[in-house]
């Protein structure tokens, strides 16, 4: 079975388990990438890399695009577009979201990010907590490369394994509304078919629409 076969499988399992997580998944366009290295979404679009894919379960296919939606459905796509170290960023969502992941049954890839010190911490609390990057490290000593043209999409590296925020080609507030209007409606979907969220992730999200 093919990296594409596998996700259109796991996608089938998200229906059947997680009704919730099922309707966002069909808000993001599957798209084959050398440009990941493991799965990166901006909200509209999710790349992934096959090889990466074809070695994980269907389980953990499942857990990885859950992990993918909730970016979205909390705004972490947007909401660290402003802050000047990325890959701090990136672990920070990783953190804020995969707690609540395994608390709904979920199975992610071996290297996920978890830490129960941080449950109840929003993704901007926990990046606060989190030390700086190598790469803005880097950054503030000079020594980084300049970034690529503008309109070229440059490599994307996952530090949790399981699907990463990449910035978006529409606006923030296009996106925003998107999600907004999509979480609402998996929401009233999710109430009408089983699978019930857990308490605290069910808050988080309708706190974020």
């Known amino acids: ?82 802050l000047e170290d990325e890959p701090r960023w990136q672990k920070a969502a990783d953190y804020a979201t995969n707690e609540e992941l395994l608390k709904a049954g979920f199975d992610l890839p071996q290297g996920y990010l978890h830490d129960k010190s941080y449950d109840k911490l929003n993704a901007e609390q926990i990046y606060t907590k989190l030390p700086p990057s190598k790469q803005q490290q880097n950054n503030q000593q000079g020594k980084n490369k300049q970034p690529p043209p503008k309109g070229e999409r440059q490599d994307i590296t996952d530090p949790g394994k399981c699907g990463a925020v990449m910035p978006s080609s529409t606006s923030v507030k296009e996106q925003k509304a998107k999600w907004k209007t999509e979480t609402a409606k998996a929401l009233m979907f999710a109430t009408q078919e089983k699978g019930e969220l857990p308490d605290t992730l069910e808050r988080m999200i309708r706190d974020a629409v």
């Not at 009704?19 to 998944?25: D, E, G, R």
């Not at 990166?40 to 857990?63: F, H, N, R, V």
Request: proline share 4%.
């Open 1 to 82: 079975m093919n990296a594409s076969d596998m996700i259109h499988k796991a996608k089938v399992h998200l229906v059947m388990e997680h009704p919730f997580f099922a309707s966002l998944a069909l808000n993001l366009r599957p798209e084959e990438s050398d440009k990941v290295d493991t799965l990166a979404t901006d909200g509209s679009i999710m790349l992934y890399k096959p090889t990466y894919i074809e070695g994980l379960s269907i389980e953990q296919i499942k857990g990885c695009l859950a992990h993918l939606v909730l970016h979205c459905a909390l705004g972490h796509v947007w909401r660290g577009e402003a």
